[in-house]
């Protein structure tokens, strides 16, 4: 597809292999590219890096060696702005050459002298372990007497021996220690430029973009992958007025998303969003496959004999009444004159099928670097309380607030931070919901509601002959609130 002045360029094709490769007369022109947008999904995100270039006349291959290697090749898409007429080609993404080191030859000559050197050290521990045995080997063979003929000598010549032994000894040991030291280290620098020397795996992709301009212009390329190690989870702080005398029940909710990302590349300084979509589902419904029922033959009878009835009984359900006390709140209304700091929110771009929240600024948040919460968007809506109590499982009542969800973009499942009149007191989980939905969040036990359940009666039993009986189960409960 082609393009005026100061019009978009979009590719019309996207290549992984070099199926039609860039002409033989194409120049290799390095190009750097800064990431600029992301959009993260429950599942993955799609990252956009921009390429501002100056392209000379006629056709040219852009070579972009900056991009990760956990993008989707699949996914590449290309468009951009130029001053003159301009053709996107073909687009490719491979991983780099691994090009060895330029100072090879003097990496092996420093490589080759840390060898001898290590050699030289070789030989004086060799010299050394054998002058220790030497030193040893006489101690051990002295005769009993240091004379020629084996007479005992004074005291003072077997301390001399004594000493001379020990200091050869000594010595020797002290030169093999300085000289396995300064082997260890040797062998250190050794491992270290071997590693130098080797070509190095890459660790970043190798983009291609083929592209032709009428005219030498500046132009400015717009990169769009997707890539898998990125999600976001919703997360929700409820805060309920419980109300007063003179004013209604009010529930806050706060949308938040908490972003992690680990595809080897740093999202610094970005325009960052998150989608409700989710791509890794894929875009149709599952098929089902046919499923063929077979009935065998019912066999005939041998003999005319009355068919039993069905062996069925009637399903009994135990029914428990459950009550429910409603209660109202009241608190006095503290005034306050400070002004709180208000927490940036998203903008949110609502479409027919799935919302998209803008962060405001510019986001960073390192690869592997740890989940980064953000607040995306909040409502306040009317709350009606109600208690809520099970008490033939715990006779704690617990204060229930339920509103109408009045939000375009649906109520994603997430854990809840519920608080009443500003204390935090525990935390929930929030159903999926759309629009019109009602939503009932639960804040914590009601001390102030006293619940008691007591048994009154309890009869079962049987009565009838032995081919029609009936059972009973008679019960009866008395619940004080």
Request: proline share 6%.
């Amino acid at each position: 597809m082609r393009i005026t002045a100061r019009c978009l360029a979009t590719t019309s094709l996207v290549l992984v292999t070099t199926a039609l490769a860039a002409p033989s007369w194409a120049a290799d022109v390095d190009a750097t590219s800064a990431i600029d947008t992301v959009t993260v999904y429950p599942d993955g995100a799609t990252v956009t890096r921009v390429i501002a270039i100056d392209l000379a006349s006629g056709d040219s291959t852009l070579v972009a060696k900056d991009f990760p290697l956990s993008l989707d090749p699949s996914s590449l898409r290309v468009e951009g702005e130029a001053g003159a007429k301009l053709t996107i080609g073909t687009i490719d993404a491979r991983p780099p050459r691994a090009a060895p080191p330029v100072n090879l030859p003097e990496l092996d000559k420093r490589i080759e002298a840390l060898k001898d050197e290590r050699a030289d050290l070789q030989g004086a521990i060799d010299a050394a372990t054998a002058r220790r045995k030497f030193a040893e080997r006489f101690a051990e063979a002295s005769p009993a007497g240091l004379g020629e003929k084996g007479e005992a000598r004074p005291i003072t010549e077997w301390r001399a021996a004594f000493t001379a032994v020990a200091e050869e000894v000594a010595a020797a040991d002290s030169a093999i220690r300085d000289a396995t030291r300064k082997q260890r280290e040797i062998d250190r620098q050794i491992a270290q430029l071997e590693a130098d020397r080797s070509a190095k795996p890459p660790s970043k992709l190798e983009v291609r973009i083929d592209v032709a301009s009428a005219a030498a212009t500046k132009a400015t390329l717009r990169v769009t992958y997707a890539v898998r190690n990125a999600r976001w989870l919703p997360l929700y702080d409820a805060r309920l007025d419980s109300g007063a005398k003179d004013r209604k029940p009010q529930l806050e909710l706060v949308r938040r998303a908490e972003v992690t990302q680990s595809t080897g590349e740093d999202w610094s300084d970005v325009s960052l969003g998150v989608s409700t979509v989710r791509i890794a589902r894929g875009g149709s419904a599952p098929e089902l496959g046919s499923l063929v029922a077979q009935y065998p033959q019912v066999p005939k009878p041998q003999m005319d004999l009355a068919m039993p009835a069905p062996a069925s009984a009637p399903l009994l359900r135990k029914m428990e009444p459950q009550q429910q006390a409603a209660g109202g709140r009241a608190r006095e209304d503290i005034a306050s004159q400070i002004q709180r700091a208000e927490e940036q929110q998203a903008a949110a771009e609502i479409g027919g099928f799935q919302a998209t929240f803008r962060i405001p600024g510019r986001v960073s948040l390192g690869a592997a670097e740890g989940a980064k919460s953000l607040r995306i968007a909040s409502m306040s809506v009317p709350a009606d309380l109600s208690v809520r109590a099970a008490p033939v499982q715990d006779p704690t009542a617990f204060l229930e607030a339920s509103f109408r969800q009045t939000d375009e973009a649906t109520l994603l499942p997430g854990k809840v931070a519920i608080y009443r009149d500003g204390v935090f007191v525990g935390r929930g989980k929030l159903s999926a919901s759309v629009k019109d939905d009602i939503v009932r969040l639960g804040f914590g036990a009601d001390d102030k509601v006293k619940i008691e359940r007591a048994v009154l009666k309890r009869n079962e039993g049987s009565a009838g002959l032995i081919v029609t009986t009936s059972k009973t189960d008679e019960r009866a409960f008395k619940t004080t609130v």
